[in-house]
Each structure stands twice: as C-alpha cells, then as structure tokens.
C-alpha cells in the first residue's frame, strides 16, 4: 500500500479518486519545507525524510500557484500565503493585474528505499557536498543525508486564469483558479483531475509505477 504524505484531506480525495480507493492511504506527516525557490528539491527532501518515518513506500505531494504578472507569487510559498493572508486576499492582489494568467504546478516524489533510476535532483549535491566538508564527526545534519535514498520525480502542470472566487468545491485556491469555463471548485474531482497539475502528475506516476511493479514480479 502506497502512503500519500500530506496533512491536506483534498489532495488524498483526488490521488484516491485517480489511483483507485484502497491503493493509497494517507500518511499525515508534517515534513520539514526546505526553503527552495522550486518545488522539486521540497518534494524529494520531503520523500525522503517520510520514507525515513514510515519504512514503507511514499509519494510526496508538493503543489502551488504560480500567477504569471507576480513572477510566480506565491509558487514555493502558497501554503504560506493562504495560511496567513486567505485565498481572497489573493485574489484581491490578481483584481489589479492587466495579466492574470496563472498555473498550478504539482511534484509528485516518490521513495520507497531501493534503488531505482532516480531523478537528478540539486538537494542530493549539495547535502553530499556539506557532510563531505564537515567530515565524519562534522555537524552536517543526518549522516544519512550523505547517501541520499533515490528518488523519483513527476510533475504535472495546468494553465489558467485568476478569477473573482466562484464554486465550493475542492480546497485551497481552486475558487479563484479558472481553467476553460470553470474554475477548479467548480469542476468534480474527476473532472479536476482530468486536467489538473495533479491529475498529470499521477498520471506519469502511475505509468511508471505500474511497470515497476510488473518488474518486481
Ligand atoms: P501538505 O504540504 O501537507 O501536502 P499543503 O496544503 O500545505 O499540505 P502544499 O504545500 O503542496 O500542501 O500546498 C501549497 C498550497 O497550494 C496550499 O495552500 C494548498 O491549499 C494549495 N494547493 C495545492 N494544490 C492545490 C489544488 O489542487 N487546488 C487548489 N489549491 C491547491
């Protein structure tokens, strides 16, 4: 069984509805956000310090908003940003913009401890680079930090517009995100995940995973 890491209900309710009920279960925990200006470096740090606490396979969810006009505000920062300043109040920044495309980007990593054909991935250099000039006794964080465990990135993207707040379903921004006609609280989870930023990234997951698995066999 798969363990989708993420204190986020909605994101579990869509990967479940992607993946298949009883394929996936969630795992709430709160790994650590490394500060990186993209989400792939968070996501692969994060799958591997959850792999670490579960002992079992993990996809990481990492996701965010990026608005075109603001160079990508909030992106790497959204939960941020919708923790403390509210969906509207980024709404009421996007009202103002000429340019109010935007899109949602989702990583997805994967690690379940063995090997396999990892993604390249920035964080494992410069972790390994730290603990190698700290030395053996060096206080460079988890000595397993230097042999980072694979892992395997998928992303998914979608394109849209910022819209005044309509619909009351999915989570987080879906309201002021509008893709076509609708915006993403508008749309059913099926339908969102048909052209979301995570329904293609559980779609290029599932692929890979499913010849994984065969090769396991
Ligand atoms: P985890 O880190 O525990 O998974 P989170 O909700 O904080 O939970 P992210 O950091 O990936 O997850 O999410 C960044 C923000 O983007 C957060 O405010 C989400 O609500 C929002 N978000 C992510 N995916 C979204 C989606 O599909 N639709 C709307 N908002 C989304």
Redo the contacts with the bound molecule.
């Keep these: 069984m798969l363990r989708y ?4 209900p ?2 579990v309710r ?1 990967a479940e509805s992607y993946l298949r009920e009883g394929s996936v279960e969630q795992l709430d925990f ?1 790994y650590t ?1 490394i500060q990186a200006a993209e989400l792939g470096p968070i996501a692969a740090r994060g799958a591997r310090e959850a792999y670490r606490h579960a002992v079992k396979p993990v996809l990481v ?5 990026f608005i075109e006009e603001l160079d990508g505000f909030p992106g790497p920062y ?2 941020y ?3 403390t300043l509210g969906v509207e109040a980024v709404w009421d920044l996007a009202s103002d913009l000429e340019n109010r495309r935007a899109a ?1 980007r ?1 990583t997805l990593a994967y690690c379940d401890g063995e090997e396999f054909a990892a993604s390249p991935d920035p964080v494992d250099r410069e972790e390994r680079v730290a603990a190698a000039a700290a030395g053996p006794d060096g206080d460079a964080g988890d000595a397993t930090d230097a042999e980072p465990l694979p892992v395997k990135l998928f992303e998914g993207y979608v394109p849209g517009r910022m819209v005044a707040p309509r619909g009351d379903g ?5 309201p002021i ?1 509008e893709h076509g006609e609708e915006t ?1 609280a508008e749309m059913d989870t099926e339908r ?1 995940n048909a052209v ?3 329904g293609r990234a559980l779609e290029k997951f599932a692929e890979w995973y499913a010849d994984r698995s065969r090769d396991e066999t």
Excluded: I, Q
């Design positions: 890491v993420t204190t986020n909605g994101k869509e709160d956000e969810d990492d996701a965010g908003l959204s939960s940003v919708e923790d949602f989702c999915g989570f987080g921004y879906d995100f993403f969102k979301s930023h995570r």
